[in-house]
């Protein structure tokens, strides 16, 4: 069993920045990806950024130059650092990892707000 714990999210201003984390334990064999997906109210869940083994990432186009995604293999841990943030940043977002199985961490509230 893998768990997935995130931290790091909260209110913050437009304009701003958060860092989030996810710390992956348990039996881990070995990871294919991780990552973020982001749910907004009233919104399909979506991809924001992927790192994969190899240590390529990908990024979803609103996101592209504002946020960097990356990976401390030792600590089996993938951070979002989120600069610029804007409104439409806010949702609840999702770490994943994908080994033998697809993971989800329990999700951290990011609200973009004045």
């Known amino acids: 069993q893998v768990q997935l714990v995130e931290s790091g999210g909260g209110l913050v201003q437009p304009g701003g920045s958060l860092r989030l984390s996810c710390a992956a334990s348990?039996?881990?064999?070995?990871?294919?990806?991780m990552g973020w997906y982001r749910q907004a109210p009233g919104k399909q869940r979506e991809l924001v950024a992927a790192?994969?083994?190899?240590?390529?990432?990908d990024y979803v186009d609103s996101v592209k130059g504002r946020f960097t995604i990356s990976r401390d293999n030792a600590k089996n841990t993938v951070y979002l650092q989120m600069n610029s943030l804007k409104p439409e940043d806010t949702a609840v977002y999702y770490c994943?990892?994908?080994?033998?199985?697809?993971?989800w961490g329990q999700g951290t509230q990011v609200t973009v707000s004045s």
């Open positions: 994943f990892l994908t080994s033998d199985l697809d993971y």
């Open positions: 348990g039996s881990i064999f070995s990871i294919n990806a």
């Open positions: 790192i994969v083994g190899g240590g390529q990432t």
